[in-house]
């Protein structure tokens, strides 16, 4: 049996991590875990209300899931470190951990994705959880989760699509698009 696989789908709110984890998940048999999901399942009408109870749900099912080495995708901005933990106990496991992180330019840009998609009937975010997140999960992703991963990649998600910028094993990295690349190292400055 080959190992079970963890892919983790990241960046700050309103870079379209879902997006992205909907192509990974497309003709995989992996499961999919999300908070907003789960928030929205618990409170239709207003998501924003069952965050907490939300992201404890999803901690739950994601630990209690890990033992029976079920392949995941999970969406997570990293902002926090408690996802450390869940690597830790998935690499013990045997899982291969793999993290796709997207980013935009700037903590507007994800302000600005977050507003249309409310006017568009989706969910929304504090103002204030935006802006503390976006630092932190830029920050946390290169610094400390990515040295955690098998593989992991960088994407930049423009309007017109989503590109990988670079890619790597641990701390090792081949860069595919230099001047994207050099804005990213902009932000982690």
Request: charged fraction near 25%.
């Amino acid at each position: 049996m080959d190992n079970p696989e963890l892919l983790i789908v990241a960046g700050p709110n309103g870079c379209g991590k879902t997006t992205l984890a909907k192509e990974y998940l497309a003709g995989s048999n992996f499961h999919y875990l999300s908070a907003d999901d789960i928030a929205a399942q618990i409170s239709p009408g207003d998501p924003q209300k069952a965050s907490i109870i939300a992201a404890r749900k999803f901690a739950s099912i994601l630990e209690e899931s890990l033992p029976e080495k079920q392949s995941w995708v999970i969406e997570s901005t990293l902002a926090g470190l408690t996802v450390k933990r869940w690597l830790a106990n998935a690499k013990n496991l045997g899982y291969k951990i793999t993290i796709a992180f997207v980013f935009l330019d700037s903590v507007e840009l994800c302000l600005d994705r977050i507003s249309t998609r409310v006017a568009n009937g989706g969910h929304d975010v504090p103002e204030e959880d935006i802006r503390r997140r976006f630092p932190r999960s830029i920050h946390n992703f290169w610094y400390t989760y990515r040295t955690m991963a098998d593989h992991w990649s960088l994407f930049y998600n423009t309007e017109e699509s989503c590109r990988q910028i670079a890619f790597g094993e641990n701390a090792v990295h081949k860069v595919l698009d230099r001047d994207i690349f050099n804005k990213w190292q902009g932000l982690i400055a």
